[in-house]
């Protein structure tokens, strides 16, 4: 699903240049549930920016599922993220202006879909995060773990191949987050959904498939203690 291939990317920093990424590889089988960690500013919300096509590399590679998305144009990128990406963030970035249905659809609206079949899908996304019944309320109204289970439901309407969270429980308190994560989860696994989330919790990346951590520019495979055990 998702093959990364010397990736590089570098800023400009003052005077200095600084090597985000460093010709990283990685590979991720579709379906699989890949947590991303590493300390902050190692380029873990750059790399899901790459891999989204949000930002353009410096050199390498990114396939997801066989379309090279570091060789589209700008307009061919957002149209395949549009297709077959979704994305959550730590802040929900939800729209204000629209009710939490409206903000669900108008992801189904920009890839073509609208009418009634878009309503009916904003409304089933919504009742799968246990939401249906918030449909017509305004999103400020909403508690912050609702509001990212509505930003959930907005990833996931137009079935993605692949899902981007960054931070999905950054914002929440432990109590909220605990029970946001069965949904981000359990619905990725039920659909089959290839899942990378970047997080600094511990418990988030123990329920992935895989750990990996992003440090000096590359990827590596991570074991995570169980909790409770002294590591030496």
């Keep these: 699903m998702l093959s990364i291939h010397q990736l590089s990317r570098s800023f400009r920093e003052g005077g200095r240049v600084h090597r985000v990424l460093d010709g990283l590889d990685a590979e991720v089988a579709g379906g699989q549930r890949v947590a991303v960690m590493g300390r902050s500013g190692s380029g873990k919300s750059t790399l899901l920016n790459l891999i989204s096509g949000i930002d353009r590399a410096d050199g390498g590679s990114v396939r997801v599922a066989g379309c090279e998305v570091s060789a589209l144009g700008e307009p061919e990128r957002t149209r395949f993220r549009r297709a077959h990406i979704g994305f959550v963030y730590q802040f929900f970035n939800l729209i204000p202006t629209l009710d939490v249905a409206e903000n669900v659809r108008l992801v189904l609206e920009l890839n073509g879909v609208r009418g009634r079949a878009a309503r009916e899908r904003s409304l089933a996304a919504l009742a799968d995060l246990g939401l249906r019944e918030r449909a017509h309320s305004a ?94």
Excluded: F, K, M, W
């Design 139 to 232: 999103v400020d109204a909403l508690s912050g773990g609702e509001q990212q289970r509505v930003a959930i439901a907005r990833a996931l309407v137009h079935a993605p191949q692949l899902l981007l969270a960054d931070e999905p429980t950054g914002n929440l308190d432990d109590a909220t987050a605990r029970e946001v994560l069965p949904a981000l989860l359990g619905l990725t696994r039920s659909r089959g959904t290839t899942l990378v989330l970047v997080t600094h919790d511990e418990t988030l990346a123990r329920a992935a498939d895989r750990v990996l951590e992003l440090r000096d520019g590359h990827l590596q495979e991570r074991t995570l203690a169980t909790p409770g055990t002294v590591t030496r």
